[in-house]
């Protein structure tokens, strides 16, 4: 089963109109050929100027959150169709640090998820366990926890993009070890095959991420069970490129 590979940013809290778009200006011409799906996931108030930015190329701009609400009194959210207004195509949700740090919950990642799949846009659903998690060795029990409530009724989850990060690799530089990752991504997607069916599993995009860089990523990407990469530091510089073309 063929998998297309697909590599995302993340830019997290970084980055304005100025600097964004001369990073996209820059990496436009170094990405053009790439193999893999690109897509970089900006802060919401930069979605117009990157869109524009990246206009005619193979960059596509995602967005980092969502609300479920198509619209209403929900101070600080942003809805679909503000998104889709600007050909948004993909939408994190679920990342850990707004599972850390903004009390997003499984309940509140399975409404975001249901919610961007009934907008026609891919999520791409974060999930993973931290480092005392990993070290009680209750690692398949989070994972199995994540994916059974945040898939929860779910229809085509071929359409869900899935992005493995443990937290423990994320923004420390200590990445999981190529085996690691993808011996977790393998039972990622055996899980998938059990609540759904083998054959969706077999088509569903799992991207690893957690300080995966233009050094690491060759050796990620030659798993068979991971299919890309979601990308955070290194996707704020020209390095990016070295990750989309892992293959050249
Ligand atoms: P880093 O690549 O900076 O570790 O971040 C990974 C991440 O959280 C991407 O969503």
């Given at each position: 089963m063929e998998r297309k590979p697909f590599i995302a940013g993340n830019w997290k809290m970084n980055m304005t109109a100025a600097s964004g778009a001369k990073l996209i200006d820059e990496l436009k011409p170094l990405v053009k050929d790439a193999d893999c799906d690109v897509a970089l996931c900006v802060p919401a108030i930069l979605i117009p100027a990157m869109a524009e930015a990246a206009k005619g190329s193979n960059i596509a701009i995602g967005a980092q959150n969502m609300h479920?609400?198509?619209?209403?009194?929900?101070?600080g959210e942003i809805s679909a169709d503000m998104l889709k207004e600007y050909g948004v195509k993909y939408v994190i949700i679920g990342h850990s640090e707004r599972r850390q740090?903004?009390?997003?919950?499984d309940e509140t990642v399975n409404k975001r998820t249901k919610a961007v799949l009934a907008a026609g846009m891919t999520p791409i659903m974060c999930i993973g366990e931290t480092l005392s998690e990993r070290e009680g060795g209750i690692t398949e029990d989070v994972l199995s926890r994540q994916l059974e409530k945040d898939l929860?009724?779910?229809?085509?989850?071929?359409?869900v993009v899935i992005a493995y990060e443990p937290v423990w690799a994320i923004g420390t530089g200590r990445t999981a070890t190529d085996e690691q990752a993808q011996e977790t991504i393998a039972f990622i997607r055996k899980k998938i095959g059990e609540l759904f069916c083998p054959k969706c599993a077999e088509k569903v995009i799992i991207q690893y991420g957690g300080s995966m860089n233009a050094g690491n990523c060759k050796g990620l990407m030659?798993?068979?069970?991971?299919?890309?990469g979601l990308i955070g530091?290194?996707?704020?510089?020209?390095d990016f490129a070295k990750i989309v073309n892992f293959d050249k």
């Open positions: 479920w609400e198509a619209k209403g009194a929900f101070t740090y903004f009390g997003e919950t929860e009724g779910v229809e085509d989850v071929t359409k030659a798993q068979p069970d991971i299919d890309g530091g290194a996707s704020l510089k020209c």
